[in-house]
């Protein structure tokens, strides 16, 4: 059988090289712990020294993606001792939780929704390295110009009746306005007791100046990969996008949040980019 696994995108290498790099760099206590995405890319020797992994100007970035992991994951627990027994992510990327925390991955059935070629290259890779593929972890291979991500997850075991966490990071900026409504209407009907955790991109005007800086590099880089960020909205306008789709219950979680959740009194002086907020939405 011919092998049709493909390499991840770079977007989805670097937020696992990230945060491998924040155990690194950054001072102890890290506030999310994943190295096995840097098992899973086994990048060349001297990863460090690439332009996008330098320890002083990624900071923000870096910090941004530790703290949303740490944040969706939190949300998740919270919601399995609550009873929710299905945790979806769209655009799973190289997402380890069912590798890192089985004390929470085995409490539920975790849908990994992904493109056919990185999916298959992750699996692929999962079983070189001894971790295999969990019994509650579901590998859902969507490619998403033409197929109904839905009709696949349902198709992979997913209860639509039943209550679930749904988490979307990195992936709104990447996707027409359009798409993120039908994205979010879709969601809005999941079953009662149902969360949603989405990321979503500020436009540019709403950072601050130094942080612009930052933005026309990661800019650059996602058009220079083929990714250009398209959609951006206010927290106003996220908010009243959920609305719109269906959801009662809306909530910002904001950077400044994020950081007196998780980043306070650190040693570092580490804080979450500006540029990145979430949106936490309930049935």
Do not use: C
């Not at 027994?85 to 849908?111: H, I, K």
């Not at 880089?221 to 959920?242: K, N, V």
């Amino acid at each position: 059988m011919s092998d049709t696994s493909i390499a991840p995108e770079n977007t989805a290498e670097r937020v696992a090289l990230w945060r491998a790099l924040h155990m690194l760099v950054d001072s102890a206590p890290p506030v999310f712990s994943d190295d096995v995405g840097l098992r899973l890319v086994a990048p060349e020797e001297g990863w460090r020294d690439r332009p996008d992994m330098d320890a002083r100007t990624t900071a923000p970035m870096r910090a941004g993606i530790v703290g949303r992991a740490r944040f969706i994951e939190d949300v998740l627990a919270a919601e399995i001792e609550r009873g929710v027994r299905q945790y979806v992510l769209l655009g799973a990327g190289l997402d380890t939780l069912a590798q890192r925390r089985p004390e929470l991955a085995e409490r539920v059935t975790v849908f990994e929704i992904d493109q056919p070629g990185p999916q298959e290259w992750k699996r692929r890779r999962l079983v070189e390295l001894g971790y295999g593929v969990a019994a509650g972890l579901r590998l859902v291979p969507v490619d998403f110009e033409l197929d109904s991500w839905w009709g696949r997850l349902t198709a992979a075991g997913f209860d639509p009746d039943r209550p679930a966490v749904v988490a979307s990071t990195g992936v709104s900026m990447y996707l027409t306005a359009e798409t993120n409504l039908a994205t979010l209407r879709q969601l809005s009907k999941l079953a009662a007791g149902s969360t949603v955790a989405m990321t979503f991109m500020l436009p540019s005007e709403l950072v601050g100046s130094e942080e612009q800086r930052l933005r026309q590099f990661a800019e650059q880089g996602a058009r220079a990969s083929g990714t250009p960020f398209i959609s951006f909205y206010s927290p106003d306008e996220m908010l009243a996008l959920a609305r719109q789709a269906g959801f009662g219950t809306v909530e910002h979680i904001s950077s400044t949040a994020m950081t007196d959740r998780y980043f306070a009194n650190r040693a570092d002086g580490l804080r979450p980019a500006e540029s990145e907020q979430m949106l936490l939405a309930k049935t």
